[in-house]
C-alpha cells in the first residue's frame, strides 16, 4: 500500500454504527516492502499507523 505526505487515510468502523475515521499522513515510515505511517486525526490526535485491508488511502490531488 503506497501513500504520500497530505494524502488522507480513511478507516471503515469495526463495529456496528462506528463511524470510519479519517486522518492525513504527515510522514512515511519504514521500509518500501513494510510503511507505515504517522497519521494526525481529524480529532487533532496522532499515532503511528500499519495499513491493514480496512484503510483506504486517497491522493491529495483526489481528497480536494
Sequence with gaps: MTGAIGDL???RGHRVGEHP?????TE???E????HFRVRW???QETIVF???DIV???ATAAG
Design 57 to 59: 488511502i486517497q491522493p
Design 28 to 30: 512515511v515510515l519504514g
Design 21 to 25: 475515521r479519517l486522518g492525513e499522513i
Design 9 to 11: 487515510l480513511r478507516v
Design 51 to 53: 495499513p491493514g485491508p
Design 32 to 35: 518500501p516492502d513494510h510503511v
Design 42 to 44: 481529524e480529532d487533532g
